[in-house]
């Protein structure tokens, strides 16, 4: 692993013309990510298709989005939009048909993608989309339609200037009874042409521009509305329902709920590669911040020369606290990749479940934490961390939408939390309790653990202890789900459950806190 990222630094040595500019505009900068990413693909003899890292070896995959991170946070978001949602989407949620279709001219770039998920008024409430995909069966066709400003899809990635298709989730309207029966069965997710070879858009396809960010001014945002489009019955991504040429759905998953999360669970690997890229943002931040550390010389004991700048204080400690956790986000983003295949290779539901929600977890935990340390390693150098040569800044800008795209980060706490939680219900059921979380199955059974901190053992060694420390942290989230399981309960009957939730809502983003910090 570490060959590659020698190797991917070695080729931006060779072309140093693709390194972003600090006074780089808005079309520059694009034109750079997409000659970059050309440049990535040029090397394909050595394996380099990320396609293929992301279907045979996903660690490979999410490695590369790591080194990419530091050399332009654009060109490895551009490479996740391509890669990991619109080739994932179409590998995860199509058929073997699907894959044959697509595969090669999503891998070589030909077919430059998008992930049409976000509308303008629903963005983490998926299941809410109004964007619709109604089966006409005399045409044979989808009519995939926009019904109102709230429903355009907005904020989707490459789709401004270089997409040609997107994988377009849209509620799924098919026949019943009579022709002018419907039945709603679900988001679902459809591949749509959305531009011509050429460029230009294609009939009903309406495309804008989101203009400039914020951050990630090399990725080309836009909004896309469609107007009554037709798209053949077989683009329909069919892994976990299909409809056949009378309109008859037919699923091997029982419950509307468990297709939506089985289609959802394509979020997964995004959000896996926002781990690996944060953590490549956070290493390249601390390391900024260090080095400049080792050269800053500023004050000292009286009437002796100044000191430099790594040693102690304030300023020290901080840069200390970041470079430890950098080695902690690093485990983070172990974890999340190498539990990622166990929820593509077909795993239990429960294993899926609990992978879908560590991803969620890991995602929000890290890119927090990294969105704060970036300020952190800015401060630290002083006026000289402020200058846009030092990248701290732009790191810190084009870093920040990571809080919230693929997930808003307190949407996502909350859904572990509610795992949690779901796993405390269950097993009262007499389901059985996962591996994974044993250490809770006192907690749920009624009983805390025992608290590791009334031995009252003080020596550094007790202290230093793995073993100490992980059952600290595990005796943390156990006592954390069980007081909120009990003020839930007693809240409940009183408020209802959703207001007794957001009353309880700062326990719940903290047991799931604490829970990522167990787990890892």
Known sequence: MRDMKAKVYQMFREHPELLPNVEEGLEEHRELVRRSLKVILQVRAAGYSPLDFLARDPRKYFYLGECLSMVDLSLMVKSGVQYSLWGGSVLNLGSEAHRRRYYDDIAQLRLPGCFAMTELKHGGNVAALQTEAVLDVLSDEWVVHTPDEGAIKWWIGNAAEDGRAATVFARCRTPTAAPSWWTMVGVHAFVVPIRDANGSTLPGVEIRDCGYKVGLNGIDNGAIRFTHVRVPRGNLLDRFASVDKSGRYSSPLTSQARRFAATLGELTGGRVGLVAGSVGVLKGAVTIAVRYACLRQQFGPPDCPEVRGEGKGAASRNR???????????????????????????????????????????????????????????????????????????????????????????????????????????QFSGAPLTATYHYLRAALLGALPNNPLVTHDTEPRHLRDPAFLAKALEYRTARMLFTLSLRLRKAGPRLGAFHAWNKCLTHVLDLANAYVESVV
């Open 320 to 426: 200390r606290s970041a470079w430890a956790s950098r080695y902690r986000e690093h485990m983070h983003g172990v974890a999340g990749v190498a539990r990622f295949p166990v929820g593509k290779a077909g795993g239990s539901p429960q294993q899926v479940c609990e992978v879908h929600a560590l991803s969620a977890g890991l995602k929000a935990y890290t890119t927090s934490y990294t969105q704060a340390a970036l300020s952190t390693c800015r401060e630290a150098c002083g006026g000289h961390g402020y200058a846009a040569v030092n990248r701290l800044g732009a790191l810190r800008s084009d870093h920040d939408i990571f809080q919230t795209f693929e997930g808003d980060n307190t949407v996502l706490l909350q859904q572990v939390s509610a795992m949690l939680l779901k796993e405390y219900r269950q």
